[in-house]
């Protein structure tokens, strides 16, 4: 019975919009506690999925891999090579304040809103951002890309949020990456 009354308060809690105060850990596993009316309580786990944004290019792995770097510096970002061998790279552990590059982090994350304004543009946020080639044919090459991010209160304690993207950040890496290894 227990297990039928969190479910269905979780249910409503989702429903309506809340979210029941909750943890996240190195993993990023998320812990919510939730609380009935008698005192008791139970501890939910959640394990956030993740997908990279896969875009074909009608280029080559080599072009693709030597204009990687240009397209990561177009947003901002310094490319470090994670593994060559596997033509995969990014960078792990930025920390944008606000901006990245020239846009506002509420265009490329979303957050959550604080007080009426976007989370993004407010809290510290942890980002990593990483691409990887994949060798389609000899002249297309898929490019995934890879957007994680976590913010939180930068003057009052509180939980990490998980953020997540709103897919700018991934169509514009492409774009460049497209552009400088076609010529188009």
Not at 19 to 48: E, H, I, M, Y
Not at 160 to 170: I, K, Y
Not at 173 to 179: D, F, L, R, Y
């Amino acid at each position: 019975m227990r297990q039928i009354a969190t479910t269905l308060l979780l249910s409503t809690l989702v429903a309506a919009g809340c979210s029941p105060p909750s943890t996240l850990d190195s993993s990023g596993v998320s812990t919510v506690r939730v609380v009935g009316t008698g005192g008791g309580g139970t501890a939910v786990n959640a394990q956030a999925v993740t997908f990279a944004n896969d875009a074909l290019i009608k280029a080559s792995a080599l072009a693709l891999w030597k204009a990687l770097p240009a397209a990561y510096d177009s947003v901002g970002i310094t490319f470090g090579i994670l593994d060559a061998a596997r033509l995969s790279g990014g960078h792990s552990d930025l920390r944008p304040r606000r901006r990245l590059g020239k846009a506002a982090l509420s265009t490329l994350l979303d957050c959550g809103s604080a007080q009426g304004a976007p989370s993004a543009d407010s809290y510290d946020v942890r980002l990593s951002v990483l691409s990887q080639l994949t060798r389609v044919t000899d002249s297309t090459t898929t490019l995934s890309t890879l957007v994680q991010a976590t913010a939180r209160p930068i003057s009052t304690a509180g939980d990490p949020v998980r953020c997540t993207t709103t897919g700018v950040l991934e169509g514009r890496i492409k774009a460049v990456a497209q552009q400088l290894a076609t010529g188009r």
